[in-house]
């Protein structure tokens, strides 16, 4: 029997409450118009939010780590983002090299260290490995400062060896492909199988904390070397990420850059601060938003209250933007789970560390990464009220996941897949009053399903049927 889980998301955007017309509200799911794949949902724990993590009570932990990872009682994440450290020591919340001393120019042996913890990312990474989780971002922001133009880890600067950032040390290149490999033995000794491989972050700002400053065709002049490395290493399965610039323009403008070493690539990367996603990126590779948050916001747990950048409907609505108008395969939220009063986080530990709140922006990344699995096919969806903006996925087990985010406005809303037969339907909303309650919905002669939904509430279809 084939079962449809169809998502579909819908979004009015009109200034005064008012009720849908029925007829203009039929949603189509068209399964022979296929996008991208899903590689998953996820977040990070780098820059020691991981130890934070750590340092809760055995019961709290596992408390934020369901919250994660948890695919019933949770988010059910599926990528875990890792930071790379760069800096000499882990005072403030610096993430330690493995080779935080300069082992005596890039073609002395190296002096790798490991310390089997890594700020606790080992330990968030080997419980994200028991519920299942199978790719792994390892990311680094910077290399070493004695490997780069500026002698720091902070403050930009270059790789030594790329164009136009020459060293009297010499070309560093190599030892940076070799010192990243190393990072991943470690890992995989640790029974982490790193899947995805970053060395940039924000390589289009300079700022305090470790950061290193790459064009696009600088990054190839990385990427060449680093690729021939890995597959030495008998990495051949890991893939190479670039380049997390600050926003969709400025990694836009990077791509072409990178045309040399296409072959190469396997992920574009990019977060969402300047410029958020809002069409697809020229490129033949899987688009991730491997980072975004309201930064500053004081701490907000509300689904909706005014359309603020903390809240969860916003958030849904940010997700929605990058799968369905830019076509991300992914979507990372910047940390999952840290102390202190902003929306940096998903999940809150109290001042006096004794509770683990999740916000709602944790459950509406929850409403789309519980039924929109690796490997999910986005499908075709158009049609609804006007204003409403939709989307389906089909997942690897055959089911299909659509969701409808509404707008100020309210009605009825109705889905029809296009040359199936739907036999059994559920409908499941959330809202201000609802999580993911179950809902009265309706299968009509004409072969849509119907369910109302009301101002601002995300609601999931789940049908099931076949051809
Ligand atoms: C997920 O949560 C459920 C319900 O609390 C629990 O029974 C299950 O053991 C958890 N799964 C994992 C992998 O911890
Ligand atoms: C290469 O990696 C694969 C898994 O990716 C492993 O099965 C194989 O044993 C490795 N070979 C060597 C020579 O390390
Ligand atoms: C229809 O779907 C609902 C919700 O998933 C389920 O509880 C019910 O058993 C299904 N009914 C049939 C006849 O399959
Ligand atoms: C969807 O969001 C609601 C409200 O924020 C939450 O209570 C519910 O658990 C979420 N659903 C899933 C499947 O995570």
Redesign the pocket.
């Known amino acids: 029997m084939a079962i449809l889980f169809l998502l579909v998301a819908a979004f009015v955007a009109t200034a005064e409450a008012r009720t849908w017309p029925r007829q203009a509200n039929i949603i189509t799911v068209d399964l022979t118009k296929t996008y991208q794949t899903m590689d998953g949902f996820g977040t990070s724990e780098t820059f020691q939010r991981a130890n934070q993590m750590h340092a809760l009570s055995e019961s709290n932990q596992r408390y934020a780590l369901d919250l994660l990872f948890n695919t019933t009682s949770?988010?059910?994440f599926t990528i875990l983002r890792n930071g790379i450290g760069s800096s000499p020591d882990s005072s403030s919340d610096h993430m330690v090299s493995i080779q935080p001393k300069n082992p005596g120019g890039p073609k002395a042996a190296p002096k790798y260290v490991w310390d089997g913890n890594d700020n606790s990312q080992v330990w968030v990474s080997k419980e994200a490995v028991k519920y299942g989780v199978q790719t792994f971002y390892a990311n680094a922001w910077s290399a070493p400062g004695y490997m780069k133009t500026n002698g720091n880890d902070a403050n930009g600067g270059s790789l030594c060896g790329v164009g136009g950032a020459s060293c009297s040390s010499g070309d560093w290149r190599q030892a940076y492909a070799d010192y990243l490999v190393q990072y991943i033995r470690y890992y995989q000794a640790e029974g982490v199988g790193i899947t995805h491989l970053g060395f940039l972050n924000e390589p289009d700002l300079t700022t305090s904390y470790a950061s290193m400053r790459s064009s696009g065709s600088q990054a190839a002049d990385f990427i060449k070397i680093l690729r021939p490395t890995l597959d030495a290493a008998n990495m051949t399965n890991v893939k190479i990420n670039c380049c997390d610039a600050e926003g969709w323009n400025s990694q836009s403008g990077m791509l072409s850059g990178l045309n040399t070493v296409d072959s190469m690539l396997g992920v574009i990367t990019s977060h969402a601060y300047t410029s958020q996603p809002g069409s697809p990126l020229n490129t033949k590779h899987p688009v991730w938003q491997t980072e975004a948050a309201d930064l500053q916001g004081t701490w907000q747990g509300s689904?909706y209250s005014s359309g603020g950048a903390g809240e969860?409907l916003t958030w849904a609505t940010n997700i929605y933007n990058a799968v369905v108008k830019a076509n991300c395969a992914a979507y990372l939220y910047w940390i999952g789970v840290q102390d202190g009063a902003t929306n940096s986080k998903l999940i809150r530990i109290s001042d006096d560390k004794k509770t683990v709140t999740p916000s709602?922006r944790l459950?509406?990344m929850?409403?789309w990464?519980?039924?929109v699995r690796p490997g999910a096919v986005r499908v075709g969806a158009s049609g609804g009220a006007s204003g409403t903006r939709v989307s389906a996925f089909r997942g690897v087990d055959g089911r299909i996941s659509v969701q409808v985010i509404g707008g100020s406005g309210s009605g009825t809303a109705s889905v029809k897949v296009g040359g199936w037969t739907v036999k059994n339907a559920s409908a499941?909303i959330?809202?201000g009053s609802?999580?993911?309650s179950e809902q009265p919905v309706t299968l009509n002669a004409d072969g849509t399903v119907s369910t109302s939904v009301p101002s601002r509430a995300?609601v999931t279809f789940v049908l099931e049927g076949g051809e």
Do not use: C
Request: aromatic share 20%; glycine share 16%.
């Open positions: 949770g988010a059910g689904w969860g709602k459950w509406a929850a409403n990464s519980r039924f499941w959330t809202d609802h999580d993911l995300m």
